[in-house]
């Protein structure tokens, strides 16, 4: 079987199905680039054929009458003709499919060939192949598809920077608290929950109006800001600040508004207020599960993941396309 893949509409190949495969799990080959051979009636996209997965297993082959015009319907460098008729020393290189410029072997001896290409490059040479240029896969990270997993630890500060954003924006309540004599052992009677929000009120009116109409400014200014975020970027600001950001688990781009904020921010903040309502011990041990359960998961998946069927992954603009775009 020969195949042909096509990005930006500069077509390279023929491949064979183990060099695609090799390519996929590789991530040289990414699920948004073209692919067509024989038994397809037009270009396709690679995640459409693959459901998502980087390896490809095909469907018996069908004849068609128009394979050529269906090749031909994307660009051919001259001095790359030869690969249709099977001199593979020819084959369009991935640098060229990704619009990047050759890499020469400087040195015969430092350098190797690339199985999947025929072409020869240097090892040290350290050229992105990712479709978005931008970032670099180290040996550490965990790869889906065509996203990197967010490592637990980006998501453990994410989290906390969230809550230091939440303590500085009742700060001034917290400073005039401070200055009160409060009886804390009024909210640690589970049983009589309004004697409890009978004494809250008390002290709220204890506190001048002024402090209190900044602290809620500021708290419903960082709830809008963060919405904002989350709808727009999927990420919050802590997600924001560490460079990581939610994306949903079959398509990996941007997930549904029901997702982002029904299920991951809504739902999950009644959770918590529940929580920690109750007992801070409680509300942090539930944040610990979640945490633990995500390192235990191929793909980092907690209980907030399993919840809203996202994965958190390594941002990159690539990822607000929210259905890509097939040719």
Same mark, same amino acid.
């Given at each position: 079987?020969?195949?042909?893949? *096509?990005?930006?509409?500069?077509?390279?190949?023929?491949?064979?199905?183990?060099?695609?495969?090799?390519?996929?799990?590789?991530?040289?080959?990414?699920?948004?680039?073209?692919?067509? +051979?024989?038994? $397809?009636?037009?270009?396709?996209?690679?995640?459409?054929?693959?459901?998502?997965?980087?390896?490809?297993? /095909?469907?018996?082959?069908?004849?068609?009458?128009?394979?050529?015009?269906?090749?031909?319907?994307?660009?051919?460098?001259?001095?790359?003709?030869?690969?249709?008729?099977?001199?593979?020393?020819?084959? @369009?290189?991935?640098?060229?499919?990704?619009?990047?410029?050759?890499?020469?072997?400087?040195?015969?001896?430092?350098?190797?060939?690339?199985?999947?290409?025929?072409?020869?490059?240097?090892?040290?040479?350290?050229?992105? $192949?990712?479709?978005?240029?931008?970032?670099?896969?180290?040996?550490?990270?965990?790869?889906?598809?065509?996203?990197?997993?967010?490592?637990?630890?980006?998501?453990?500060?994410?989290?906390?920077?969230?809550?230091? !954003?939440?303590?500085?924006?009742?700060?001034?309540?917290?400073?005039?608290?401070?200055?009160?004599? @409060?009886?804390? %052992?009024?909210?640690?009677?589970?049983?009589?929950?309004?004697?409890?929000?009978?004494? &809250?009120?008390?002290?709220?009116?204890?506190?001048?109006?002024?402090? $209190?109409?900044?602290?809620?400014?500021?708290?419903?200014?960082?709830?809008?800001?963060?919405?904002?975020?989350?709808?727009?970027?999927?990420?919050?600001?802590?997600?924001?600040?560490?460079?990581?950001?939610?994306?949903?688990?079959? %398509? +990996?781009? !941007? /997930?549904?508004?029901?997702?982002?904020?029904?299920?991951?921010?809504? !739902?999950?903040?009644?959770?918590?207020?529940?929580?920690? &309502? =109750? %007992? &801070?011990? $409680?509300? =942090?041990?539930?944040?610990?599960? +979640?945490?633990?359960? *995500?390192?235990? &998961?191929?793909?980092?998946?907690?209980? +907030?993941?399993?919840?809203?069927? %996202?994965?958190?992954?390594?941002?990159?603009?690539?990822?607000?396309?929210?259905?890509?775009?097939?040719?």
């Amino acid at each position: 079987m020969q195949i042909f893949l *096509a990005r930006n509409n500069v077509q390279a190949g023929p491949y064979t199905l183990d060099q695609l495969n090799i390519m996929l799990t590789s991530g040289e080959v990414v699920l948004d680039d073209l692919i067509w +051979h024989e038994g $397809l009636d037009q270009w396709q996209r690679v995640g459409n054929l693959t459901n998502n997965q980087t390896y490809y297993r /095909p469907a018996p082959i069908m004849t068609a009458d128009n394979n050529d015009s269906i090749i031909n319907n994307v660009t051919i460098f001259p001095e790359d003709s030869a690969s249709t008729t099977g001199q593979d020393d020819k084959a @369009v290189s991935l640098d060229r499919l990704y619009g990047k410029p050759e890499r020469p072997a400087e040195n015969a001896k430092n350098s190797k060939v690339d199985m999947t290409t025929n072409r020869q490059y240097t090892p040290n040479s350290n050229v992105s $192949l990712n479709k978005s240029g931008a970032k670099k896969i180290s040996d550490n990270d965990k790869v889906v598809g065509d996203v990197v997993l967010a490592p637990i630890m980006s998501r453990v500060l994410a989290t906390a920077l969230n809550g230091l !954003l939440y303590v500085l924006a009742i700060f001034p309540l917290v400073m005039a608290l401070t200055k009160m004599d @409060v009886d804390y %052992t009024k909210f640690q009677n589970i049983q009589d929950m309004d004697a409890a929000y009978q004494y &809250s009120m008390t002290l709220m009116e204890s506190i001048p109006s002024s402090t $209190l109409m900044m602290s809620q400014v500021m708290v419903f200014g960082l709830f809008a800001l963060q919405l904002v975020f989350i709808t727009l970027r999927g990420q919050s600001l802590g997600k924001l600040i560490t460079g990581i950001r939610v994306v949903d688990q079959t %398509t +990996h781009r !941007l /997930p549904s508004f029901t997702k982002l904020i029904g299920m991951r921010t809504l !739902l999950l903040f009644i959770i918590y207020n529940l929580l920690f &309502s =109750f %007992t &801070s011990f $409680l509300g =942090f041990v539930v944040i610990i599960v +979640h945490y633990y359960m *995500a390192s235990k &998961s191929p793909e980092n998946i907690g209980w +907030h993941d399993k919840l809203a069927k %996202t994965l958190v992954v390594k941002a990159d603009s690539s990822q607000w396309v929210k259905q890509p775009k097939v040719k």
